[in-house]
């Protein structure tokens, strides 16, 4: 829709200005790691900050939230309609790759109101990456290293300035105004052109193979015993799924009020790696051991995603390698599964000629 | 007009059920009841054999209860069967006529029963499953004229856990249908047959391919009538299931319902065994 750019010395009145109108959140230091939390001056976020503990997906889906408000045999639905709207500043491109599946999700089928009412509300404001933020990451693998679209401004840093791309209406409605924002001229674009071809090989290939092989990969890793070496190894604890970007899976539960009649009916974020997740009444788990769930949470990721929806359900953030106690990854993962695959298939040609 | 129930869902929230009343509560056996329920004025269920709907009591929450009653019989209202299993069905037992309750639904395919006119019908329940197939059942009796043979092979634990008595009592009567019912354990009064269900297998002789069998019980049971209906070599694409599986929001969103790839909730909860063979979870 445009391009612009904005010197970084205007970034502190910008931000100053989306708080007067929004309420604006971003990366932000906490005990040696980054979250994303409300921000109230420049000064407290950190647009050079590495991976965040929690994606924002965190405001589309929110761990707690209530989806009704009932008493006795009466409800009535919760649609956050009237919230202050929300700027998310400083969003990775794998987020906003990973927003996109969970766009597809809620609105796919039975559109999903609730998650509609939170995502209409955000101002995504996303920024370019220029080097790796952790060991785990592999999102150049995963084809999520940039985004050209998605967003309501896209950020690229240029050393002085920011070059600011324009998605959506209500990106512009963010720049409105604002003196020290000019139109970018041909030389600019050289810049912005400059940094993306330096940028590139900063990045590894983590992947021993190309990304569009993995869903086949998988449906002929089913039976593979690293599952079980995976299910030897994990806890069950269900972090993997609580930091990933693209996991929506939920539970709803009510609670009711001191009347024991009034309350509200609340969904919350669940986990396939929880023991619990696949029973059902009288007990019958359809999803016993830890090998199976991990098996289920990768072909999620690498597979069944991909099938429904047309996207990878992984982005390649590394935040589930990072948060796993036991060192379960997915380049890990993915990567065993392929040098057993190449060494089946080898061990195949030799028998055969 | 009449507004169908599952369209409601797209008004203010995909989650919000539609209060609705028991009008009848009959006790079946020591664990299970069968509720008669009536939807507000202007509202249809339309339903197909095999969904099933989302029932709620707030404060206690929501779970997939399979629909009991036939669509040919739906006289403004329908019918689940309940088991007493849990929280919500603990609730649900000490529920009485004027109750309300909430629903969501109906969800799920059904069963294909445009597929099934002109072949003759296994129906092989197990337990509760009778309660889903029940529908499937009596909708093929109100129309018997489209179908060839009905036979149902029906095994429960014991003779006091048999569901639908008054029903299996009709069916015994009618000379179009086969009926042969058995139980794990007889008491003193028990006649009939005694033995797991697949032991009524060998009773029926059929013209397998032209035969489609309907398979709905606990988990443990799929198996072992699967091996009987290959063994009369009904084909795979005819062998028909029902899924028990935790269909939280009944939507294709919350997860826990997945078998594999599917969405139990969205492509089943019925699957042929053409369907599901190679997806390892299913069975």
């Not at chain 1, 990768?298 to 982005?315: I, M, P, S």
Request: hydrophobic share 35%.
């Amino acid at each position: 829709m445009g391009f612009k750019i904005m010197p970084k010395a205007a970034l502190p009145a910008w931000i100053d200005r989306l708080c007067a109108d929004y309420r604006v959140v971003g990366p932000k230091p906490l005990h040696g790691q980054y979250i994303f939390g409300d921000i109230h001056s420049a000064e407290e976020l950190a647009l050079d900050y590495t991976t965040t503990v929690l994606p924002p997906k965190k405001y589309l889906l929110p761990p707690r939230e209530e989806l009704l408000r009932f008493e006795g045999s009466n409800a009535e639905p919760v649609i956050e309609e009237d919230a202050p709207p929300t700027v998310v500043l400083g969003v990775h491109t794998c987020d906003l790759h990973a927003i996109h599946l969970l766009d597809r999700v809620f609105e796919q089928g039975y559109a999903d109101q609730h998650y509609r009412a939170h995502r209409e509300n955000v101002v995504l404001v996303s920024i370019e990456c220029l080097k790796p933020c952790s060991e785990h990451s592999f999102c150049k693998d995963m084809g999520t290293l940039s985004a050209d679209e998605g967003f309501d401004l896209h950020l690229t840093d240029l050393g002085d300035d920011y070059a600011v791309d324009i998605g959506s209406e209500k990106g512009e409605a963010l720049l409105e105004g604002l003196d020290a924002v000019r139109d970018a001229t041909p030389e600019d674009y050289e810049r912005v052109n400059h940094v993306m071809a330096e940028k590139w090989p900063r990045f590894p290939y983590r992947l021993e193979f190309d990304v569009t092989e993995l869903p086949s990969l998988l449906a002929v890793s089913y039976h593979s015993e690293h599952w079980d070496e995976l299910g030897e190894r994990c806890l069950s604890c269900g972090m993997c799924t609580k930091v990933c970007p693209t996991c929506y899976c939920f539970n709803v539960v009510d609670e009711v009020d001191f009347t024991l009649s009034a309350g509200k009916r609340i969904r919350h974020w669940d986990s396939c790696q929880i023991d619990e997740f696949a029973v059902v009444a009288g007990g019958h788990n359809f999803r016993p051991t830890r090998a199976a769930r991990q098996r289920h949470r990768f072909f999620r990721k690498g597979k069944y995603q991909w099938e429904a929806y047309g996207l990878l359900g992984c982005v390649g953030c590394g935040r589930c390698a990072q948060a796993c106690l036991v060192h379960i990854t997915p380049v890990d993962t993915f990567n065993e599964l392929y040098r057993r695959r190449v060494l089946y298939t080898a061990r195949r040609q030799e028998v055969h000629t | 007009m009449t507004v169908l129930l599952n369209e409601t869902l797209k008004q203010t929230s995909i989650y919000l059920p539609v209060p609705a009343r028991i009008a009848d509560v009959r006790e079946m056996t020591a664990y299970e009841k069968l509720f008669t329920v009536e939807l507000p004025e202007g509202y249809s269920l339309n339903h197909r054999p095999g969904q099933f709907v989302e029932v709620s009591v707030f404060g206690v929450g929501e779970a997939p209860i399979s629909i009991s009653s036939s669509p040919s019989r739906s006289n403004g209202t329908f019918e689940l069967c309940i088991r007493r299993a849990g929280d919500l069905t603990g609730v649900l037992h000490r529920m009485k006529a004027g109750d309300t309750i909430g629903i969501r639904g109906p969800f799920g395919r059904g069963f294909p029963i445009e597929r099934f006119r002109g072949k003759d019908l296994l129906f092989a329940p197990g337990g509760l499953g009778l309660a889903p197939l029940r529908s499937l059942i009596n909708q093929v009796l109100d129309e018997r004229g489209k179908y060839g043979r009905i036979m149902i092979l029906y095994g429960a634990r014991t003779p006091s856990d048999l569901l639908f008595t008054d029903e299996l009592a009709e069916w015994e009567a009618r000379d179009d249908v086969e009926l042969h019912v058995t139980v794990d354990r007889p008491d003193e009064n028990w006649t009939g047959n005694v033995g797991v269900i697949t032991t009524l297998f060998p009773r029926v002789q059929v013209y397998a391919r032209n035969t489609i069998a309907v398979v709905v019980g606990p988990p443990v049971m799929y198996r072992y009538v699967l091996i009987e209906l290959l063994g009369k070599g009904i084909p795979e694409g005819n062998i028909w299931f029902s899924f028990e599986r935790r269909m939280k929001c009944g939507v294709g969103k919350c997860g826990h319902c997945q078998i594999n790839h599917l969405y139990t909730c969205q492509s089943g909860p019925s699957f042929s065994y053409a369907e599901i063979k190679n997806v390892e979870e299913a069975l």
